[in-house]
């Protein structure tokens, strides 16, 4: 069964660093994106991204994330200088969105859990 | 702002029995609705969604949608110990038939916990 795929599953990071979450969405998916849940919190929307732009943002996703599709598969989100606040489980995931094709499901990688120190 | 809530529980109950989740959102705009099982520690995973008001089956699963009252209710009938996790409600301001990109808005999620 086709999944979308996380790396690293736990990164642990210094203040300040930049840190890379990869991910690999399933392969005849069309939208991509990036959701995180602080422990205890609520799943909450960071971007989505379609045909090599950022479809849609929320108000977390400011100027310190970032989004990129380097290849044909990978698809990567950017913390340019993490703080505190930034520790959190950051899921990938990607939907097949087009009408008939529209199952009402986003699938979900397995996440990446961020620590920052 | 858009809200969604839920009874964060943990909402305890016997083998066998039916479990009833609960959740209510803000945005009378939002036109499907989402049912997320997440097990600790885990990713999301799909259970239902629903579209229009009224129930949809699927299993020992039922999603009930009442979009005047803004409410979606999920059941769980004879709930097993597997059941147990946490239930996560999500709303999407597109429907069915619109392309675009799933921007959920999710509860904070009801603990289910199922007593063998």
């Known amino acids: 069964e086709p999944e979308v795929t996380q790396t690293p599953s736990h990164q642990v990071t210094q203040m300040g660093q930049e840190v890379i979450l990869r991910c690999v969405p399933i392969?005849?998916?069309?939208?991509f994106y990036w959701y995180r849940q602080i422990l205890g919190q609520k799943v909450e929307f960071l971007v989505s991204?379609?045909?090599?732009?950022?479809?849609?943002k929320s108000e977390i996703f400011d100027d310190q994330f970032s989004v990129e599709r380097p290849d044909g598969s990978n698809f990567t989100l950017k913390i340019r200088s993490t703080k505190l606040e930034d520790s959190a489980m950051y899921f990938c995931?990607?939907?097949?969105?087009?009408?008939?094709?529209?199952?009402?499901?986003?699938?979900f990688g397995e996440g990446s859990r961020l620590t920052v120190l | 702002q858009k809200e969604v809530e839920q009874n964060s529980g943990p909402l305890s109950v016997p083998e066998g029995a039916i479990a009833s989740l609960n959740c209510t959102y803000s945005?009378?705009?939002?036109?499907?609705f989402f049912w997320y099982r997440q097990y600790s520690g885990k990713s999301p995973e799909l259970i239902m969604f629903?579209?229009?008001?009224g129930d949809k089956e699927d299993g020992r699963f039922t999603a009930q949608l009442n979009k005047a009252s803004q409410y979606v209710s999920l059941l769980i009938r004879d709930s097993q110990p597997s059941d147990s996790a946490t239930y996560l409600c999500?709303?999407?301001?597109?429907?069915?038939?619109?392309?675009?990109?799933?921007?959920?808005?999710f509860g904070k999620g009801t603990k289910l916990s199922v007593i063998p």
């Open positions: 999500a709303v999407n301001p597109r429907g069915y038939s619109g392309a675009g990109s799933y921007q959920l808005t």
């Open positions: 629903i579209y229009s008001n």
């Open positions: 991204f379609y045909n090599n732009e950022i479809s849609e």
């Open positions: 392969s005849n998916h069309l939208y």
């Open positions: 995931a990607s939907s097949a969105t087009w009408g008939f094709l529209n199952t009402g499901e986003l699938f």
């Open positions: 945005d009378r705009g939002s036109q499907s």
